[in-house]
């Protein structure tokens, strides 16, 4: 990350056993750092990162927020691989499960990426904002 600093990484499906593993390799980094080398533990690198919800269980979103920050997330779904008559359970689910949910249905993430500009020479794709129509993510549920 460090030889790119303009690009803003985003990790899919909360970024699989990262949540579940950060600090069993902080500690295996800091018992071995003379071998691996590296002036800081794996998981402030990993902390840089944004990761996306499509792993919407209740329990993996809650673990993720605990270990990543809510600030960390931004919304994501497995569409087009999920039931195309329920588009609103993962968002829902999020809802339910994690308490700082309405920032990452704002775009927290996707605003603080945005604030920060994109780097020079990059084009983007249209609004990636995190917002509906309404300009709130939230009240375009109903």
Known sequence: MDHFPG?????????????MVLDRVDRLW???????????????????LYYDTANSTEATLRLAVEVLGADRLVFGTDFPYVDRHDLRRPIHD?????????????????????????????????????????????????
């Open 7 to 19: 690009i803003r990484w985003i990790v899919p499906h909360l970024g699989g056993l990262v949540p």
């Open 30 to 48: 800091a018992l071995n750092k003379d071998k691996v080398g590296g002036d800081h533990p794996p998981s402030e690198g990993l902390r840089r």
């Open 94 to 142: 999020l809802l339910a499960a994690v308490p700082d949910a309405a920032r990452v249905l704002a775009g927290s993430a996707a605003l603080r990426v945005e604030r920060e500009g994109r780097p020079e020479g990059t084009r983007g794709r249209g609004d990636r904002s995190g917002r509906g129509p309404s300009g709130n993510a939230l009240n375009d549920l109903s």
